[in-house]
């Protein structure tokens, strides 16, 4: 589960899931569900609605209570990047589309805007996080927190769009995973 | 989502109720409620969270505002704060300079 950034980085996808419907990952399994994507304008007030979505792909996948709220809060997190920076400090205008998919495995919440390049994964980590809060500079935290908070998280670049993509694994696949790792060992 | 906040003033304290969703579409209403005590001489800013539900880093934001703002002299006292509200707020080391207390009793 731990990864270093590079790690993390996937290779450049050809083009947008919501122009082409492709298969993005290898985490897809073919027993994949799908919810029906959810498509907002790039501003505050749709917050709401993208964490509404996200909560709603948490209980269809069953996760626990605390990781539902990680992973709501690693999408907020990254909604509001793409809204304030992404868009309006750019000047710019423009939609969030959201998707969810979920299979036995994991669950995953696809987000794409079309706004400012910006790969998360290149910020560096807060160097203030043992600081006073009178010494902080605000800024930093919220990418922080985000990749923080999911099992993976993963950033492509498809034409002119950016696509998050954060992925929460079942508890059931992690059982599998760490006892398949000690029957290895 | 929304955020309900409510401010009381006594001698030298300030406190905050906060109930709801704190996040980047709701941080201004609590960023207002700082902005109308940070003239007076205070000595606390007391922020009971127990209602509160969700906390994202717009929140936080509004924590370092706070500090910066009221001086070093001003202690924030969080109370409350529910078990994953608590966990964001430790993981960015934001315990290290606020006080958290299960119950406030002045």
Known sequence: MHESRDERESPIAKQSLFES???????????????????????????????????????????????????????????????THGYKQAGLAGKIYCQAKINENALIIILEDTGVIYNPLQQEKPNSLHKPLEQRVVGGLGVYLAIQSVDK????????????????????????????????? | MSLNTTLETTNDTAKIFLSGELDGSTANSF????????????????LIMEDLEYMASAGLRVLIF??????????????????????????????????LLDEYNP
């Open chain 2, 66 to 99: 706070a500090k910066q703002k009221m001086g070093p002299n001003v202690d924030i006292y969080i109370v409350g704060a529910q078990e994953m509200v608590l966990d964001t707020i430790e993981k960015t080391g934001f315990h290290h300079s606020v006080i």
């Open chain 1, 21 to 83: 419907r492709a298969e993005i990952t290898p985490f897809l399994r073919p027993h994949t569900l799908s919810m029906k994507p959810l498509i907002v304008a790039g501003e505050l007030e749709s917050l709401t609605e993208i964490a509404q979505f996200v909560i709603k792909a948490t209980q269809k996948a069953s996760l626990d209570k605390k990781a539902a709220y990680l992973l709501r809060l690693a999408v907020d997190e990254i909604a509001t990047n793409i809204i």
């Open chain 2, 31 to 46: 960023q207002e409620k700082i902005e109308e005590v940070t003239n007076l001489a205070l000595n606390r800013l007391v």
């Open chain 1, 153 to 185: 998280f993963r950033y492509e670049r498809l034409g002119e769009r950016n696509r998050n993509i954060f992925i929460v694994y079942s508890q059931a696949s992690q059982k599998s995973l760490f006892y398949d790792q000690n029957s290895r060992a």
